[in-house]
């Protein structure tokens, strides 16, 4: 089931769901647990269930600075901006004896880029080009922003049934015009790509849209640090080869201008 926007949690309804079994579980390490439940009335809501020592998040949570709370508060000033970020329905910690844990709520809005790309679960040409344009357009809105994600993975990207990109785990948005930033953004995204098993033809297919979009600089430098050197050589090669338009002719829509301000987050 889709999430229409407009579905709340009552108190009732939040402490419910936190008693519910897993009905999916999509990670589970020292930092955080999260799974998908369903609620009595059939809604999937994800939980992100943070595994830090409990005196340490009660500690945290008292000032403010609970990683819930930090997730909580970027989620709300990336919707400002209009931008595609999962909303976050809850914010709460059950405490105990020895402090606390802290928990966010969000709907279920789609799976993962990680987990489509690297389970096969996406393979028509069309809808891999479609996905490969989408990348570049929230990237290219990111970077027109000057927000750079310092945790810009591929699971931290989900795809809805609808075709839309959905932004999740957005605690590291940062504001930053930085391009050795923008670069390193783009590194860590190639990066969960390459682990994904996409080809370096969709790669160059994403990065060539995304240089449609914003101007970077140099295509060879750019590819070299994006690559961190390992696949420089070859999708060089194929910049050669015309297969790259070089930025100076491309048509800039939206380039990053150094004189504007990044957006405050
Ligand atoms: N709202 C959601 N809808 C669907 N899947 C989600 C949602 N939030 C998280 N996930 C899944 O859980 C995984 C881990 O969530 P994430 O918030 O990235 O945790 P962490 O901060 O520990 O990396 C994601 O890669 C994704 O597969
Ligand atoms: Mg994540």
Known sequence: MGYDGTVQLHSAQLQDLLTRPAQVVYKD????????????DGHVWVVKRFRHPQWLQAL????????????????RQLKALRLPVTPIVATTMRWSATGGVGYCVLPYMGESVYR???????????????????????????????LIHADYKTSNILLNERGELWLIDTDRVAASRDRQRILNMLATLDET???ARVSRTERWR?????????????????VAIITRGSEAKRLVTNVAGGHAQPTATTPQRGPVTTDQAPARV
Do not use: S
Request: glycine share 4%; no cysteine.
């Open 29 to 40: 390490d020292h930092r955080t647990a999260v799974y998908a439940v369903e609620a009595a």
């Open 60 to 75: 945290k949570w008292a000032v403010r600075a609970h990683p819930a709370q930090r997730e909580t508060r970027r989620v």
């Open 116 to 146: 489509l790309l690297n389970r096969n679960l996406l393979t028509a040409p069309a809808q891999r080009r479609a996905l490969a344009q989408k990348l570049a357009d929230l990237t290219a809105g990111l970077i027109r922003h000057g």
């Open 193 to 195: 790509a390459v682990r």
């Open 206 to 222: 994403f990065l060539k849209a995304l240089l449609q979009q914003v101007e970077l600089g140099d295509v060879r430098q750019i």
